[in-house]
Nanobody, 118 residues
Framework: QVQLVESGGGLVQAGGSLRLSCAAS????????MGWYRQAPGKQRELVAT????GSTTLLDSRFSISTDIAKKTVYLQMNSLKPEDTAVYYC???????????????WGQGTQVTVSS
């Protein structure tokens, strides 16, 4: 199976910054896209940032940025000027090609808590 392990969450003050990391491991041929989603209490899970293998990105907010380290199979989410409204569990997502024959799959990490205090 494909494993996604998030790290970097924690408690920060409003206006502070945080960088989340997600490392992929397991058996797969390539990663087509990786991204971050978040879910706050009482809300649906929403997209925060995604990046494709070609480098195209989608961002929820200009305060956030996403990048990858291909060699480490890791995606990063840089969050600046954090607000209490950003408090949520942040989940890593990856769309991978298992092999050209087997096909692809959609995988999720277990989440990391981000809490922004006012």
């Amino acid at each position: 199976q494909v494993q996604l392990v998030e790290s970097g969450g924690g408690l920060v003050q409003a206006g502070g910054s945080l960088r989340l990391s997600c490392a992929a491991s397991g058996t797969f041929f390539s990663i087509n896209a990786m991204g971050w989603y978040r879910q706050a209490p009482g809300k649906q899970r929403e997209l925060v940032a995604t990046i494709t293998s070609s480098g195209s990105t989608t961002l929820l907010d200009s305060r956030f940025s996403i990048s990858t380290d291909i060699a480490k199979k890791t995606v990063y989410l840089q969050m600046n000027s954090l607000k209490p409204e950003d408090t949520a569990v942040y989940y890593c997502n990856a769309i991978v090609l298992r092999s050209p024959v087997i096909g692809g799959g959609d995988y999720w990490g277990q989440g990391t808590q981000v809490t922004v205090s006012s």
